[in-house]
């Protein structure tokens, strides 16, 4: 069988704008293992290497580093506002970092600028989410990290410097987790998420030994993290299961055998992650669950690509009709539907 890096699962990208272009875009593809297109940005911009699959377009000011404390003064937020803390990968991250500009009104994901650093060089469904498919004003903290696992002591992430979601909760926890004046969220006006596993089972899917007793190992640890956000306050969770990564254009360059064996892994452990959930409910007072089925969302369109206006379910590119913006991860165009189908339906835009 075929053996992938966790790069496979949230971090392995292709093109995202078109070959013929002299520059790359603003927060467009300039580099990484395979990559032919343009390595310069626009003016502005810089090429920076995210990893070894990928190079984004930054803009000059903006770094990998974590930035310097922000010395805006605090912003009016109104007692209406909601809280958003997610945590995940690259299928969520937007850059964000809570020593950067905060979210506030006007500025709904803090840093860096809108709509952030994403593996789909645009808007993803985190975005859209924030931005338009809620009641009320939403302030999302998106601690998501590309690359990340739920415990790097369980999966290795493809570089040491990833925050794995171990990593991210324990960053909340240090700070708005303590609830301080610049981000007073409350149980009642906050919400979880939790888009997590791509990058686990990507990177372990192939290893010899029990993969259905491994899933239980990696929920316990999931579970563990979730329960840390409850012990602090938090009551509202959103859960997302693994979509169908193995249907990938990455992936579909691999035997069939071994994309079976990756689907049967994904499928054991979403099923497992069910389980989880209700335990969890169970064992906790005063908890609401919801569950963005990521993986029926992804079956659909990708059975019946042009119903929902993409061309096929196997190529990728920065076209509008593409369903794959690279070759790992979906376009802006398909997170739309994934924040409407978040905002509208799972969450049926009645609390956030």
């Not at 808007?123 to 009320?136: G, M, P």
Request: proline fraction near 7%; charged fraction near 10%; include cysteine.
């Amino acid at each position: 069988m075929q053996r992938l890096s966790i790069l496979s699962k949230f971090v392995c990208l292709a093109a995202l704008v078109p070959l013929v272009a002299a520059q790359s875009p603003a927060w467009g593809q300039c580099g990484g293992n395979g990559w032919t297109g343009p390595t310069s940005c626009v003016s502005g911009y810089t090429c920076v290497e995210q990893n070894e699959w990928y190079s984004q377009c930054i803009p000059g000011t903006v770094t990998t580093t974590t930035a310097p404390p922000t010395t805006t003064p605090p912003v009016s937020v109104p007692s209406s506002a909601k809280y958003w803390f997610s945590f995940g990968d690259s299928y969520t991250q937007t850059g964000f970092q809570p020593t950067g500009a905060l979210p506030s009104p006007g500025n709904a994901l803090g840093n860096p600028p809108y709509p952030g650093f994403t593996a789909t060089g645009g808007e993803n469904w985190v975005d859209y989410v924030t931005t338009q498919y809620n009641k009320t004003l939403l302030l999302t903290y998106n601690y998501a990290y590309g690359g990340a696992t739920i415990d790097a002591n369980l999966v290795q992430p493809f570089e040491p410097s990833v925050l794995s979601m171990t990593d991210q909760i324990n960053q909340f926890l240090s700070g708005a987790g303590k609830k301080p004046t610049s981000t007073p969220w409350i149980s009642d006006n906050s919400l979880f998420s939790f888009f997590i596993g791509i990058n686990d089972i990507g990177n372990s899917w192939y290893l010899p030994g029990d993969r259905d007793a491994f899933s239980d190992i990696l929920l316990n640890a999931y579970f563990a993290l979730v329960q840390k956000a409850y012990d602090v306050g938090a009551r509202n969770f959103l859960f997302v299961n693994v979509p169908p990564i193995d249907r990938s254009p990455l992936q579909l360059s691999s035997d069939q055998a071994s994309r079976d064996a990756e689907a049967a892994v994904i499928n054991g452990f979403n099923t497992k992650l069910v389980s989880k959930i209700n335990s969890f409910k169970s064992a906790n007072r005063n908890v609401t669950t919801y569950v963005w089925d990521s993986h029926t969302q992804f079956t659909a369109m990708l059975d019946d690509p042009q119903a929902y206006g993409f061309k096929d379910s196997t190529s990728f590119g920065s076209a509008p009709d593409q369903f794959w913006g690279n070759n790992y991860h979906p376009s802006s165009y398909a997170h739309k539907f994934f924040g409407q189908t978040v905002g509208s339906d799972v969450l049926k835009n009645t609390v956030f």
